[in-house]
């Protein structure tokens, strides 16, 4: 028995990941290419990459890497092409994952670090989704998925910049899903709550929230699994009238008052 619904069956699509050389975006390339895509890995640490595609094609799968920077606009368009190139069709999904974290006092953040998570956060994601979409709107199909966070839906201290960042990445994608549902482009959120990565041992470490497992109604932390179903619920035919939603992947910590 075929353990997907056909629904969920990407073996026709192609992928681009941004921000795939660890973490969420990482897994999230074995999620698509487990689905049958044909992923591009795209980021900043091409040796990290070429690593990660190598694995994944002595598995049997399509994947390529890419180098991209989303901070330098003019890599954004040279690594879309380059996908396209090297997978051999257009891109039909873009799973916009780059981000950054910064944890200080509002008053305290600098302002090169500030810089830094919004040219990343919120620009460099806005650039990276335009990109998509103006070549999905020609093709009138396409899905994009901005990876957000639970941190842009309620206030989180020491989380300023980040939080104001992943807030107005969420209010795009509900512009940018207005603006492109009728040229057949879907665009979604997802926004996690603390899912075990390298970022979220920064802020594990740091301890500057001890209480953080206390938040979390399912008493956990997220694996990088827990974002799979929406995920592909998101990229696939499954999700072919959802566009403009912000889902939350958080063990219930949105609905936590402490
Ligand atoms: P991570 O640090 O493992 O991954 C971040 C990825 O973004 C890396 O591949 C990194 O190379 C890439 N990246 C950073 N700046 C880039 C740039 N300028 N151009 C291209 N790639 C760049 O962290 P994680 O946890 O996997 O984060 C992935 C996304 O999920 C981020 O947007 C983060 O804000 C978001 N998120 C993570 C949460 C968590 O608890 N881990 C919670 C909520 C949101």
Redo the contacts with the bound molecule.
């Keep these: 028995m075929n353990a997907f619904h056909p629904m969920f069956d990407l073996s026709d699509k192609t992928a681009l990941v941004?921000?795939?050389?660890?973490?969420?975006?990482?897994?999230a390339s074995h999620t698509f290419v487990q689905a049958g895509a044909a992923v591009a890995l795209?980021?900043?640490?091409i040796d990290q990459l070429n690593a990660a595609v190598t694995a994944l094609r002595s598995a049997g799968h399509r994947a390529c890497a890419v180098t991209?920077?989303?901070?330098?606009p003019e890599t954004i368009a040279t690594a879309w092409q380059a996908s396209e190139v090297q997978l051999g069709r257009s891109i039909d999904i873009l799973f916009n994952?780059?981000?950054?974290?910064y944890l200080e006092r509002f008053v305290s953040q600098q302002a090169t670090e500030v810089e830094r998570i919004f040219s990343?956060?919120l620009k460099?994601a806005f650039l990276m989704a335009q990109e998509a979409a103006r070549r999905m709107a020609e093709r009138g199909t396409g899905s994009i998925i901005n990876?957000?966070?639970?941190?842009g839906m309620r206030a989180g201290a020491y989380l300023a910049s980040?939080g104001a960042s992943?807030a107005g990445l969420i209010h795009l994608t509900r512009i940018m899903a207005l603006e492109l549902a009728s040229r057949g482009v879907r665009v979604n959120a997802l926004?996690?709550?603390?899912?075990?990565?390298?970022?979220?041992s920064q802020?594990e470490a740091s301890g500057l929230d001890e209480n953080l497992l206390k938040r979390i109604p399912m008493r956990k932390?997220?694996e990088?699994r827990d974002l799979d179903g929406a995920t592909l619920l998101l990229a696939s035919e499954a999700g072919s009238y959802i566009t403009g939603t912000v889902i939350p992947i958080d063990g219930g910590q949105l609905l936590s008052w402490m």
Excluded: E, Q, W
């Design positions: 941004v921000g795939a050389s660890s973490g969420i975006g990482l897994h795209g980021a900043r640490r991209l920077d989303i901070t330098k994952n780059a981000g950054v974290i990343t956060n460099g990876v957000a966070s639970t941190s980040y992943k926004a996690p709550g603390n899912i075990r990565t390298d970022m979220h802020f932390f997220g990088c």
